[in-house]
């Protein structure tokens, strides 16, 4: 069963960057897509961005498109989040998820969740 660990949160003032990575164990990472959501306090969680196993197909939520980049290195067994430019409106919870997949990491039902790594956005 894939076990997901996020981590790199923390406080960060607006503009800043920060890099959440979440670390997979349990499962070779190559077989999953890995998606980001983000939870904010009294709001639904919502999916951020995604990748595809292999990298080849990435997504990205309008909001945080051209700030945000998602990658992964397999060898590592593990999943970033490179954010830039960050906002108030980017703080939240943020989770890794990931499920088995061949091609694409949108439109599909996400069931192995890490515990979540807490971002602020403030000044």
């Known amino acids: 069963q894939l076990q997901l660990v996020e981590s790199g949160g923390g406080l960060v003032q607006p503009g800043g960057s920060l890099r959440l990575s979440c670390a997979a164990s349990?499962?070779?990472?190559?077989?999953?897509?890995i998606a980001w959501f983000r939870q904010a306090p009294g709001k639904e969680r919502v999916d951020v961005a995604c990748?595809?196993?292999?990298?080849?197909?990435?997504g990205y939520v309008d909001s945080v498109a051209g700030r945000f980049t998602i990658s992964r290195d397999n060898a590592k067994n593990t999943v970033y989040l490179q954010m830039s430019s960050l906002k108030p409106e980017d703080t939240g919870v943020y989770y890794c998820?990931?499920?088995?997949?061949?091609?694409?990491?949108?439109?599909?039902?996400?069931?192995?969740w890490g515990q979540g790594t807490q971002v602020t956005v403030s000044s």
């Open positions: 990748i595809s196993p292999r990298g080849g197909n990435y």
């Open positions: 998820a990931g499920q088995r997949t061949v091609y694409y990491c949108s439109g599909i039902k996400y069931i192995y």
């Open positions: 349990g499962g070779n990472l190559e077989d999953y897509a």
